[in-house]
């Protein structure tokens, strides 16, 4: 999960620049792309935890498939 360690830190990075800016505008779009990159943080775990699941489901079902003699 490297990966999404390191979009939440872009995106803390983000918030800190926003805090320190002065330019509403400039520190809008921080946030708008701290936002973006927690998002994708948040998808990318998904799909980690996902595809994690379908392989203890898998595994599952092969267990019992050697248990059926198959």
């Known amino acids: ?3 999404v360690e390191l979009l939440r830190s872009k995106a803390e990075e ?7 800016i002065g ?4 520190a809008r779009l921080l ?3 701290a ?3 927690l998002k994708y943080a948040e998808e990318t775990e ?3 935890l996902s595809a994690r ?3 203890y489901r898998e595994g599952l079902s ?3 498939a050697l248990r059926r003699g198959v």
Request: contains cysteine.
């Open 35 to 37: 936002h973006n990159y």
């Open 31 to 33: 946030l708008v792309q």
């Open 1 to 3: 999960m490297g990966g």
């Open 14 to 20: 983000c918030l800190e620049k926003a805090r320190a």
């Open 62 to 64: 092969g267990i019992a």
């Open 23 to 26: 330019d509403r505008q400039r």
């Open 46 to 48: 998904a799909r980690q």
């Open 53 to 55: 699941h379908v392989d």
